[in-house]
């Protein structure tokens, strides 16, 4: 499942509770929806657009990284040529 599926069934699901109860006051369902929020903020939990975009960055380092190293072993061959 998704984090943005869960994130918003959680949510609906709050949202049932809270406005099907009459036990549940609105400052408590005010507070739910305040805990759970802080809750998702403390998992360090990224986006998929974050996710996409480091993957990205990554597959671009990783890109030059390799034609770095095809050029240093070029560079190599002519130095160990030219002895």
Known sequence: MKFDEFYQQLTDQLNQVTTGSDGIGQEAA??????TSNLFKKLDIVSKEEFEAQKAVLARSREKINHLEQKMEQLKQLLDSEK
């Open 30 to 35: 005010v507070y739910l929806r305040a805990a």
